[in-house]
């Protein structure tokens, strides 16, 4: 009987999950609405019996060997989702207890970005890294780091939260309430925000000029900025120099082999890629230089979180 | 047969090396001259002979198991001391290759920091933790991180450079070349430092006004400072909100239980310890607020290098 794990990526709007082999190989996956069952208990059973109905589809007989769950705030060492901001279950989700009682199997939990980085080792470009970090950029900034071929967990569970350093005293407002965080300059919300600082800033002619805040998108962004409109232009420019300051210090931290980028804004390539890399070089104390790649991340952006976590679920059973 | 390790500590000035059981009892320990010989060659051979004739003095015969060594820029992974400014061995000094035709016997170097955070882990105030930092304030900023009970080295054994993060953009000149590095503001020479700029900005009077930049030393600054001294009780408080901003950003790095501070400025205790905690908690994502210990080192200033080298030794060979 095939082993296989099962992934599941919670998001505030879909639920998606696959079912995976420990090759890789995504067997059958699906998406169910995060928001149509209020309640946990009715939201777990949808997502059971949407499982227990993909797993009669798939040709030959699997054995399921565990359940790699990723979610915003999701903690490793509870099993708990706490304070999840763009989730209906509020404070504390206690949700691998609940999600036992309907499969009595091995069964991990931990955030999205996490994921992720158990999926660039696993299956991605950082298979032979035993340290890296990924930056997933998209509504915020999320981040895996690995040290020692082991996901950093903190003493707490929620380690890696690179969205959040300080990068501007008393700078851009961030939904955390606090200022000047790297997740305001640096993702997809963060890109739109210093193009309409350059709008305000600079007299240059851009096709921005007649699009509303609520209108652009960071795509937008980049497909100008790929037809030299100078403002998209010096908005990668800036959102590459935050990065790269920023990473500069995080290499100082834990001297990585490789940090790749991932989502949204990660898509722009070399536009974001050339000006990160400059600057963290620029900021790097002389040991590190010339050392840390910046690299796009190998995984493909519809099914990372799925992979990442059923990833997850390989890895945890080796130890 | 009592089972000892080697520590030695190597710095610019002094050689340290205690012979130090298990249990961390230092059973003999002796300082040699590390400029008396110019060459390495010959700086090991006299090493070695000192080293020989202080086991020969212990009482009951102690079988050698390992060699740990702490130095400047040490790398664990290659056994080598890289470019250390303050050592007069230039360039790559491939220490461990040359030490062990001297002693054919397990060794292990890493950086004075990293030691410093292994005996904090093996014999200190992190014997129970599996998730912390040390800061050594001296006349630079060193630390050593741990994670998941493991040093990090990243994947060149450089890791762990706070000292090095850049905390204000064009600030404080640093000897590494680059601008507003945390060092620049927290260490010995970084407090005297802001002691200057506060004579130079407010109109406040300080018995400091009578004493020259190469007079001052950091513990004047905090003898003063308990005495009431404005500028000086200023200079802790800048001195802490630097380090607190910066340990902040540290926490969304890898969330530790605990920061140890450790050396000349730690020994300020309260002066130093408060506003830190206060300044990181201000900056602290508030999945990490109230949670972060920041704790004076258990190790005395004395021996911390050598018992930390020492217990590399144990640490490495339990592996």
Known sequence: MKEV??????????????????????????TISTTQEKELDQYLDLLKTTIDEAITIIKDPVQIKGLGIGAPN????????????????KGVVPFIEEFKKRYNLPMFLTNDANAAAIGEMVYGGAKHMKDFIIITLGTGLGSGLVVNGELVYGHDGFA???????IVKGGRMCASGRRGSLETYVSAPGIKRTVFELLADSLEDSEFRDVTFNQLTAKMISDAAKKGDKIAMEAFERTG????????????????????LFGGLANAGNLIIEPTKRHMEMNLLKIFQNKVKILPSELTETNAAVMGASALVWKELEK
Chains 1, 2 share one sequence.
């Open 5 to 30: 794990a099962v992934g599941i990526d919670i998001g505030g709007t879909f639920t998606k999950y696959g079912i995976v082999d420990k090759m890789g190989n995504c067997l059958i996956d699906g």
């Open 74 to 89: 999701g903690n490793f060492y509870k099993g708990t989702i706490e304070y999840a901001p763009n989730l209906s279950w």
């Open 160 to 166: 890696g939260e690179l969205g959040h350093l300080t």
């Open 241 to 260: 120099r935050y990065l790269g300051e920023a990473l500069a210090d995080t290499v100082a931290h834990t001297s990585p082999e490789a940090i790749f």
